[in-house]
């Protein structure tokens, strides 16, 4: 399992998009323990794009862009190219280019 840790903006809209997710579709039974950190049941469907994207069409950013502002934003925070591999599963030279980015000098 590879833990991704969330901005505060992307974590109130992933609970926001959740709970109408929740609200609007039929309720299954409760999910048995050791299912993954969301607690989704698997007999859900997976989510689409569409329903995804729609739960960024507020910010007016897309989702690629919010991580990738996530990745500067904790490259600046930490300068460690091994730091980003490890906590975005990202190549180390995307790495590496995000630490460039964050501090030129």
């Known amino acids: 399992m590879h833990t991704v840790y969330l901005d505060t903006l992307t974590h109130r809209l992933l609970d926001e998009w959740l709970q109408?997710?929740?609200?609007?579709?039929p309720h299954p039974p409760p999910a048995p323990a050791g299912d993954d950190v969301l607690g989704a049941p698997p007999a859900?469907?997976?989510?689409?794009?569409?329903?995804?994207?729609?739960?960024?069409?507020?910010?007016?950013?897309?989702?690629?862009?919010?991580?990738?502002?996530r990745v500067l934003d904790e490259?600046?925070?930490?300068?460690?190219?091994v730091h980003l591999v490890h906590l975005f599963g990202i190549h180390p030279g995307t790495a590496v280019r995000y630490v460039h980015?964050?501090?030129?000098?």
């Not at 109408?20 to 579709?25: A, K, L, N, P």
């Not at 794009?49 to 502002?69: E, V």
């Not at 490259?75 to 190219?81: F, H, K």
């Open 20 to 25: 109408e997710r929740h609200d609007s579709g």
């Open 44 to 69: 859900l469907p997976p989510v689409s794009h569409c329903a995804l994207r729609r739960a960024f069409d507020h910010t007016g950013i897309t989702p690629r862009q919010m991580r990738s502002d």
């Open 75 to 81: 490259a600046r925070q930490t300068a460690d190219p």
């Open 101 to 105: 980015t964050a501090h030129p000098d």
